[in-house]
């Protein structure tokens, strides 16, 4: 893989599987699905998580899951984005997504200047921030020690339960020479107002609000410019100097998610499996396990998740080796890691796609999982980060010599 090398990061130890503390994490991520699939309806019907859901998330420690040691986190390997969403996502989506996406901003504070870092845990270790990294929605301008802040940002997941929230934009400059500069503004939850407008067809347990911010000023050194989180050291490597958080963070912000898509796939597949085996048809009693489109159905599906996990895992595991080595993704690289976390993603939405036609009118009932699978799958994939139309294309252009089109990586 070309790109530039940089002086290697600290060295440490693998934190995947494997790894003591991993497995015995994700052995109680495990221990959650029962009890989350049965509040699954709640979820939807609250349109957030529940409190007991977010306690469950806490006392496990799957929110501090890549948060750095020092602050009492378990900083596990990228790849942990992937196994414990996947793995909540056997029992539901929207639970996944928030824990994923919730646990990765632990992940990027710690990329932060150390004052952010500790404005943020010394306060509270387990707070919970929220995001969105839409940066066309704010627009901010310099002003002596730091900026001031405003615009309307959609998509903010779990921002109810949130005390903080990152929230990206563009700096403006009177200068036309200063280029565009993108740039991530940490806020309190007293710097902006929510605004209760999630009513969604999936993901509908995520609370994904939109949020607006009015002339805030934010410090300097609760900001982040997105070209130094671009690959190698960033503003928080004096204090964090493991090379999960020297990884480029845009090239593989598919990732955080992605294993949301791949555990909601599985689930799926494993209900079809467990239908299959014992239902006849409706129509003529013949039992379903005996029919070959049956068979068929099922080794597409499972060939499309498997190749999905292998995708999605191999891209994370080599991230975190390339960091440790000092090296630096070049453009061909992210664009590719993009490319492919979009593709493993529609892997995932096309097997559930095909498991829903499959299972005939049984999957419309509201009663059970597959009908919410189906709607899950196909919100996840509506997010930009898996519009392969979108990565592919980008990718293309780098490939033929053209400039990147996403001014994020």
């Known amino acids: 893989m070309a790109g530039i090398v940089r002086k290697p990061q600290a060295v440490s130890p693998a934190t995947g599987p494997g790894d003591e503390a991993y497995d015995a994490m994700l052995a109680r991520a495990r221990s959650l699905v029962p009890q989350l699939r049965a509040r699954s309806t709640q979820t939807e019907e609250l349109r957030r998580l529940p409190a007991e859901t977010e306690r469950d998330l806490h006392e496990t420690g799957l929110f501090r899951m890549v948060q750095p040691k020092r602050v009492g986190g378990s900083e596990f390997d990228y790849v942990a984005l992937?196994?414990?969403?996947?793995?909540?996502?056997?029992?539901d989506a929207s639970v996944a997504w928030n824990l994923a996406n919730l646990s990765s901003h632990h992940w990027m504070l710690a990329m932060f200047d150390s004052r952010a870092q500790d404005a943020v845990w010394k306060q509270d270790p387990d707070a919970l921030i929220a995001s969105s990294f839409v940066f066309p929605a704010g627009r901010a301008r310099r002003v002596d020690g730091g900026y001031v802040l405003q615009g309307h940002w959609p998509f903010s997941s779990g921002v109810d339960s949130s005390a903080w929230n990152m929230?990206?934009?563009?700096?403006?400059?009177?200068?036309?020479?200063?280029?565009?500069?993108?740039?991530?503004?940490?806020?309190?939850?007293?710097?902006y107002r929510i605004v209760d407008?999630?009513?969604?067809?999936?993901?509908?347990?995520t609370g994904s609000n939109d949020v607006e911010v009015d002339e805030a000023f934010v410090a300097e050194a609760m900001t982040l410019e997105v070209a130094d989180v671009a690959g190698g050291p960033t503003p928080g490597s004096v204090v964090n100097p493991n090379a999960l958080y020297a990884l480029p963070v845009f090239s593989l912000f598919p990732y955080v998610l992605s294993g949301v898509a791949l555990g909601n796939a599985q689930a799926c597949l494993n209900d079809y499996i467990e239908v299959a085996r014992h239902r006849a048809?409706?129509?003529?009693?013949?039992?379903?396990?005996?029919?070959?489109?049956?068979?068929?159905?099922?080794a597409e599906a499972s060939a499309k998740i498997d190749a999905a996990r292998l995708i999605m895992r191999s891209t994370c595991i080599q991230a975190m080796e390339d960091a440790r080595a000092g090296h630096i993704p070049?453009?061909?690289?992210?664009?590719?890691?993009?490319?492919?976390?979009?593709?493993?993603?529609?892997?995932?939405?096309?097997?559930?796609?095909?498991?829903?036609?499959?299972?005939?009118?049984?999957?419309?009932y509201t009663s059970g999982a597959l009908q919410?699978?189906?709607?899950?799958?196909?919100?996840?994939?509506?997010?930009?980060?898996?519009?392969?139309d979108a990565?592919?294309?980008?990718?293309?252009?780098?490939?033929?010599?053209?400039?990147?089109?996403?001014?994020t990586l």
């Open 391 to 407: 990565q592919g294309t980008n990718y293309g252009r780098v490939a033929l010599g053209l400039p990147s089109e996403n001014l």
């Open 197 to 205: 407008n999630w009513h969604a067809a999936g993901l509908r347990g």
């Open 372 to 388: 919410r699978q189906f709607r899950d799958a196909s919100a996840i994939n509506s997010h930009i980060a898996f519009n392969f």
């Open 330 to 364: 070049d453009m061909a690289a992210k664009t590719k890691a993009r490319r492919d976390g979009a593709f493993a993603v529609n892997l995932c939405t096309e097997a559930v796609s095909l498991l829903f036609a499959a299972s005939g009118a049984r999957g419309l």
């Open 167 to 191: 929230l990206a934009g563009i700096v403006s400059s009177d200068d036309e020479a200063d280029g565009i500069e993108y740039r991530i503004f940490l806020l309190p939850k007293r710097d």
């Open 281 to 298: 048809s409706t129509y003529n009693r013949a039992r379903l396990a005996d029919l070959q489109s049956t068979k068929i159905k099922i």
């Open 82 to 91: 992937v196994d414990f969403a996947e793995t909540i996502a056997l029992a």
